[in-house]
Antibody, heavy 123, light 110 residues
């Protein structure tokens, strides 16, 4: 059974760096075809994709946020970490990590999601 | 404003059928597979449809997906009050090299 859970600070100050950790079970990030992505959703608004990392360390970022994001994986800890620099109040959102496996379909989609963590950027 | 356009809201009576559209372009829907997600209030999104028209295990056949050109459609038959949720389409954009989500459609079962 695949599960994912996000952890990190729920309150950050503007200009600070946000570090979020996705801890998962039921799969290995080193297995061929596996990927973990990050998405966010501001209160009352739509989903927004942020970043994606594959088993072979291939990484993809949202073009509009690429300069602020870094995604890494720790295979031994079953974790994927997302850092976002220079946080601003507009970055207030629920952040979700999610699982993808290339064998599950030819399109890019997430079949399992974490419960999400609400991060507020405010002074 | 999202690159993928969805109607903000749709509604129908219990037992009826509803469709939700997702409009894009050749760089996204026109040349990439579409997925659909349901998000119940206060919960994480759940995958309903992938690769335009495939259902993950556990998703009832009341849910269906189709695509024509640069538009995709989610269909839900036999509507239940438990189907009230926000629905999102998603697909890769080859030009942007980014995963896109639509703006979301709120389904109300009257």
């Amino acid at each position: 059974q695949i599960t994912l859970k996000e952890s990190g600070p729920t309150l950050v100050k503007p200009t600070q760096t946000l570090t979020l950790t996705c801890t998962f079970s039921g799969f290995s990030i080193s297995a061929t075809g596996v990927a973990v992505g990050w998405n966010r959703q501001p209160p009352g608004r739509a989903l927004e994709w942020l970043a994606l990392i594959y088993w072979d360390d291939d990484k993809h970022y949202s073009p509009s946020l690429k300069s602020r994001l870094t995604i890494t994986k720790d295979t031994s800890k079953n974790q994927v970490v997302l850092t976002m620099t220079n946080m601003d109040p507009v970055d207030t959102a629920t952040y979700y990590c999610a699982h993808r496996h290339t064998s599950l379909g030819r399109g890019v989609m997430f079949d399992r999601w974490g419960q999400g963590i609400l991060v507020t950027a405010s002074s | 404003q999202s690159v993928l356009t969805q109607p903000p809201s749709v509604s129908a009576a219990p037992g009826q059928k509803v469709t939700i559209s997702c409009s894009g372009s050749t760089s996204n829907i026109g040349n990439n597979y579409v997925s659909w997600y349901r998000q119940l209030p206060g919960t994480a999104p759940q995958l309903l449809i992938y690769d335009d028209n495939k259902r993950p295990s556990g998703i009832p056949d009341r849910f269906s997906g189709s695509k024509s050109g640069t538009s995709a459609t989610l269909g839900i038959t036999g509507l239940q009050t438990g189907d009230e949720a926000e629905y999102y389409c998603g697909t890769w954009d080859t030009s942007l090299r980014a995963l896109l989500f639509g703006g979301g459609t709120e389904l109300t079962v009257l």
